[in-house]
């Protein structure tokens, strides 16, 4: 039996109900704004235009099949960047035009592009990098010559 004026044991437990969702509600309105707000999630300029494109981007891609082009990429922590071109012969590729997009997959606004100069080496092509942030970065090489072109992807971790 309780006294007068006082309350029942317990009386607050319905409480801690109601502060446990009060609290869930609070952290998702948290993670909810920061999801909307940290990040655009576009992860390609153009996509309508691209998408209609998208038979020239499959020839390109068997265009540059049939060159027979082989690349070998390096790519050293410290930012060293070079890649070897040789053609379906095996002969190294003297005269190309090479451009490395460096990408960052999680930061859209430390991008930048570079050009690869011509190096001791017939065929090869390097530069050195000064990365702002270390992390994953994604390398576009194109690289290109009297009408012919060839596209590589790779990633590359930095220290």
Known sequence: MAIAGSREPGWWYPW??????????????????FAVNSWTGLSTEDHYAKGLAFNQTLDAKRQQGELGWKVDFNFNPDG?????????DGA??????VMARMYRPSQDDVDYDV?????????????????PLPGLWEVHISARRDGDAFRLRRRVQVL
């Open 16 to 33: 801690l109900f109601v502060g446990g969702l009060g609290i869930v509600v609070i952290v998702n309105g948290f993670l909810t704004y």
């Open 80 to 88: 060293n960047l070079s890649v070897h071109f040789t053609g379906k």
């Open 92 to 97: 190294p590729l003297d005269g190309l035009m």
């Open 115 to 131: 050009g690869l100069k011509t190096g001791a080496i017939a065929g090869t092509y390097s530069t050195k990098l000064q990365l």
